[in-house]
């Protein structure tokens, strides 16, 4: 528990967890789940003081989320700290929204999330339904798969009708091709080499032409589709985030929203919907296929259109397995989190793969239970799959309204049986995404209804 004292004590006084080490680094990416045990067997928050790297003060508690979360002052950053841990800057620049702060954020936010709420969730309905029709037509059955591929051959689709809306075949395939190639890079060993001398420079990213030009393509078929839509007005409405962008735009005295800025948030949405919801419908399978009561309820409910147990069931997997194990923040000034100063320049992380994991929050909590969540509204500072505050993630009813529809969409086709009965260990890393073993290694079958 956080005693909340007058005085704030030191961070230094915080215990340091075993791996104190670059080895532990290593030690960390081979097995993130003993480093979990490692880590909380001290206590709710470490200290990491490592050379070269910031400090980092990890927390898994709920009381320093909702200081952190609650901040408003302007002296914790998202995108200062993925500039320092992670490839954002080279990515989208530094103007993209994580990087926006205060007033202006809320500006922007209030502006774009009209383009993941409500009516617009609806709207995009019939294309994520489609997608998904189309593709597991496609899938092999009775024979063993990798789950995560074909997720993230499906979230891909979705993303490129739901967010980049191109359907002209010739526009599309080069999109396509453009995604793969920025898959390819992300995952290559000179992007890898790139981390390390980031890290190794307090967050200077090199240069990385290859990354520059795919991001251009990327960014050029956006204007394309832009150009091409206004000189071809339809009579049907366009049901795409593009549309919702460029309404935006046209209704915006502020002038936030020109079309470079729409091609780079596009862009921003593409990396960060559509893997994050592929890992976190593979854990849902994982997971679903190792308790058979589950699936089988998990189907009835299907049939039944009911979406209380799928939504979940969804939240469930996302509490035992969520797709980003931390979330950042970066401490531009001083900052005293409940009875700790934490000092400028460190780097605060929130375990959310920990706090989803203590047995005084979760009874039982490794135990996969979708019962916990039915007709149950998840506590934000218990909860964080989504992160938290003013930067919780702008795509998250989103991504629970498409989660629902493909797994509805699947399971009305298909059904998945295991591999093996052991489930599959927390360690495979994409990124800073944690993704199962064996990528959901399961056997499709035709679902006789
Ligand atoms: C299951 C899927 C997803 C997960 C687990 C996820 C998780 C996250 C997390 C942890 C953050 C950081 C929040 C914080 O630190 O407080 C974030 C930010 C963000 N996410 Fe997601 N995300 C998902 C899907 C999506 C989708 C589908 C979109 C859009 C299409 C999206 C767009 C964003 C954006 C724009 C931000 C930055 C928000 C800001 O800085 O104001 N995400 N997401």
Redesign the pocket.
Known sequence: MTITTAEPRAMDSLPRPPFHSIVGFVAYWASPELARTEVTKRGERVLVDLPLLPKMLITSSPQDCKAI?TERDGALK?GEALRKMAPHEMLFGSEM??WWNGAN?ALL?KKVTPA?MGKALRGYEEAIVDAAERRVAEWPVNTPVTFTHLMQDLARDV?MSV?FGVTESERRTRLEQAFKDLDRVLASPSMLGRYAFAMARGGKWPSFPELDDINNRIDAITIEEIEYRRANPSDEERKDCLETFLRIQEADEDNLMDDRMIAIFQR??LI??YE??AV?LSWVAERVVRHPEVLAKLEQSVDDNDDDYIDAVITEA?RVR???PV??RYAERDFVMNDILVPAGTVIVVYINAIHKRADLYPDPEKFDPERFVGVRPDPHRWL????????????S??MF??RVLLKTILQRRTFRPETSRGERQDQHKNILLLPHNGAKVTLLDRAR
């Open positions: 979360f998202l929204i994580d954020h936010r993941f993303i967010v921003m949405l960060a919907g994050t919801t976190t996302m969520p797709a980003l979330t950042l799959p989504f992160g938290g505050g003013a930067h919780r993630c702008l795509g998250a989103f991504a498409e989660s």
